[in-house]
């Protein structure tokens, strides 16, 4: 399993003592041009690469998630499914396309609870079956907006030092590309999804996307959702001057990066890890009793499926599947565009007939247990999968500014933070992280 040495230590004070979290780390269930939420039943608009239940298909519904026999998330208890666009290497010289493999997925679990004394500090665990976006098929970028910044980018240099951007780094990234967007973390409390996918979410109120109190409009805080997809740039030769990669829109630029997400949790099981894990968790889920039942590392790792979609999507490829044109404008421009067929399931996982009928109601079970983990007391910590270093037992460390980071910011001091010990620790061949 991965293993984190992050010094996350800083960032879990920031806010409330209990403001804990813990990681998922995902390998690829698979890459195929389906998007469930935004064209159920249908081949999508671009390829994605997908993590999660292997109950993903051309349509879902929380049973057919949940009723799938494995995830690739490591603790079975979750069977959601997430997807992101995929990123290809563009070859100039030849004008090919060959799709960029993803090294892992990280979801971050953030519990964030509001901060006003009229809110209730209650994080709630997702609601069976709800769905929702991040990000957006953007050509501009507004700094002010919650949304735009909610998507953005690190290039990983763990010896020179990673940078974060809010567009494709213009350089090679000696260690990879991380890109990395937020959930919307306030719900409406009613539906589970909207026509657009996201006005039944809303980001806190403020102008960070991953943290503050919610809006009267959507008044429930549900746990902080926070993706970063580490593909691995570093595998390709680039030639100076060029925009070398391309996500599958079609885009150069990073601005159309996004993410989806359906929840097909065990809600009790997440509830409960909510109300009992306090601490920082890393990927030592196994110090979180609620989860320790369905850890299967095993299953995670052997978890895959089978593509749907009939059409050729590694490369080197001619054109984008979908024909979607370089840069991105959102319409396909080929000659006499053919939509691939989609082949039926053969895995058997796919019984249960999608009908997402279900209408759930959210958890309300008590709020954040006090339960300490123990504090870690070396500046340098273990290098095991089961760090858990407390947060609630050693003084407030506040940084200057009264602003909480956003996740991705405080990713990327993390990893800044990092860069000075990582060095010593690179011949560790087990560290693949940041
Ligand atoms: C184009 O370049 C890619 C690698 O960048 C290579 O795999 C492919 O074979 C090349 N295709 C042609 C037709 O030369
Ligand atoms: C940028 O976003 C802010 C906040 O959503 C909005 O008020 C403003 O009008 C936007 N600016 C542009 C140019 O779209
Ligand atoms: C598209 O179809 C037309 C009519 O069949 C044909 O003449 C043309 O060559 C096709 N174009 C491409 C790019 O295949
Ligand atoms: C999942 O179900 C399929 C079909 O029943 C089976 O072939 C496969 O081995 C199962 N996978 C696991 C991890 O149990």
Same mark, same amino acid.
């Given at each position: 399993m991965l293993l984190h040495i992050l010094n996350f230590a800083f960032f879990s004070l920031l806010f409330v003592p209990? *403001?804990?979290w813990w990681i998922l780390a995902h390998d690829s269930l698979t890459q195929d041009r389906l998007d469930?939420? &935004?064209?159920? %039943?249908? #081949?999508?608009? !671009? &390829? !994605? *690469?997908v993590i999660g239940s292997s109950g993903f298909g051309p349509t879902v519904s929380t049973e057919s998630l949940q009723d799938a *026999?494995?995830?690739t998330a490591p603790v079975q208890a979750d069977k959601s499914a997430y997807?992101?666009?995929q990123l290809y290497h563009h070859d100039h010289e030849n004008g090919t396309f060959t799709l960029v493999p993803i090294q892992y997925v990280q979801t971050y679990y953030l519990q964030r609870p509001q901060s006003s004394a009229d809110k209730s500090q209650e994080v709630k665990a997702f609601p069976? %079956?709800?769905?929702?976006l991040a990000g957006a098929l953007r050509t501009s970028y507004n700094a002010s907006n919650q949304e735009d910044r909610a998507v953005n980018f690190?290039? =990983?240099d763990y010896d020179g030092g990673s940078s974060q951007s809010d567009q494709l780094p213009d350089k090679s990234c000696p260690d990879g590309l991380r890109a990395q967007v937020v959930f919307p973390s306030c719900w409406d409390? #009613? *539906? =589970?999804d909207s026509e657009d996918h996201k006005s039944h979410m809303s980001y806190p109120l403020g102008t960070v996307p991953d943290s503050g109190d919610c809006p009267d409009s959507h008044p429930v805080k549900v746990i902080q959702l926070f993706h970063e997809w580490i593909f691995e740039t570093n595998k390709f030769e680039l030639e100076p001057g060029v925009k070398d990669f391309v996500f599958a829109t079609g885009d150069e630029t990073g601005l159309t990066f996004h993410a989806d997400f359906v929840s097909a949790w065990d809600v009790? #099981?997440?509830q409960a890890a909510i109300d009992q894990c306090t601490g920082s968790l890393f990927n030592g889920v196994e110090n979180c009793p609620p989860f320790v039942a369905s850890i299967d590392e095993e299953i995670a790792k052997s978890c895959k499926i089978a593509r749907r979609v009939e059409e050729e999507i590694d490369g080197p490829l001619t054109v984008l599947p979908g024909c979607n044109p370089v840069p991105y404008t959102g319409e396909a421009t080929c000659e006499n565009l053919t939509t691939p067929a989609i082949k039926d399931y053969t895995g058997g996982d796919e019984s249960a007939q999608p009908t997402d009928s279900a209408v759930s109601t959210v958890a309300t079970s008590a709020s954040a247990s006090s339960a300490t983990p123990a504090a870690s007391t070396s500046s340098d910590p273990p290098l095991s999968v089961s760090v858990s270093i407390g947060v609630t037992t050693s003084p407030p460390v506040l940084l200057a500014s009264t602003a909480s980071p956003t996740a991705s910011e405080t990713s990327s001091w993390t990893c800044s933070k990092m860069q000075k010990k990582r060095t010593k620790k690179r011949h560790h061949a087990i560290l693949q992280h940041h």
């Amino acid at each position: 399993m991965l293993l984190h040495i992050l010094n996350f230590a800083f960032f879990s004070l920031l806010f409330v003592p209990t *403001n804990a979290w813990w990681i998922l780390a995902h390998d690829s269930l698979t890459q195929d041009r389906l998007d469930p939420i &935004v064209t159920p %039943g249908e #081949v999508a608009y !671009h &390829v !994605h *690469n997908v993590i999660g239940s292997s109950g993903f298909g051309p349509t879902v519904s929380t049973e057919s998630l949940q009723d799938a *026999n494995c995830t690739t998330a490591p603790v079975q208890a979750d069977k959601s499914a997430y997807w992101a666009p995929q990123l290809y290497h563009h070859d100039h010289e030849n004008g090919t396309f060959t799709l960029v493999p993803i090294q892992y997925v990280q979801t971050y679990y953030l519990q964030r609870p509001q901060s006003s004394a009229d809110k209730s500090q209650e994080v709630k665990a997702f609601p069976a %079956g709800l769905r929702m976006l991040a990000g957006a098929l953007r050509t501009s970028y507004n700094a002010s907006n919650q949304e735009d910044r909610a998507v953005n980018f690190v290039c =990983l240099d763990y010896d020179g030092g990673s940078s974060q951007s809010d567009q494709l780094p213009d350089k090679s990234c000696p260690d990879g590309l991380r890109a990395q967007v937020v959930f919307p973390s306030c719900w409406d409390s #009613v *539906n =589970l999804d909207s026509e657009d996918h996201k006005s039944h979410m809303s980001y806190p109120l403020g102008t960070v996307p991953d943290s503050g109190d919610c809006p009267d409009s959507h008044p429930v805080k549900v746990i902080q959702l926070f993706h970063e997809w580490i593909f691995e740039t570093n595998k390709f030769e680039l030639e100076p001057g060029v925009k070398d990669f391309v996500f599958a829109t079609g885009d150069e630029t990073g601005l159309t990066f996004h993410a989806d997400f359906v929840s097909a949790w065990d809600v009790d #099981v997440l509830q409960a890890a909510i109300d009992q894990c306090t601490g920082s968790l890393f990927n030592g889920v196994e110090n979180c009793p609620p989860f320790v039942a369905s850890i299967d590392e095993e299953i995670a790792k052997s978890c895959k499926i089978a593509r749907r979609v009939e059409e050729e999507i590694d490369g080197p490829l001619t054109v984008l599947p979908g024909c979607n044109p370089v840069p991105y404008t959102g319409e396909a421009t080929c000659e006499n565009l053919t939509t691939p067929a989609i082949k039926d399931y053969t895995g058997g996982d796919e019984s249960a007939q999608p009908t997402d009928s279900a209408v759930s109601t959210v958890a309300t079970s008590a709020s954040a247990s006090s339960a300490t983990p123990a504090a870690s007391t070396s500046s340098d910590p273990p290098l095991s999968v089961s760090v858990s270093i407390g947060v609630t037992t050693s003084p407030p460390v506040l940084l200057a500014s009264t602003a909480s980071p956003t996740a991705s910011e405080t990713s990327s001091w993390t990893c800044s933070k990092m860069q000075k010990k990582r060095t010593k620790k690179r011949h560790h061949a087990i560290l693949q992280h940041h």
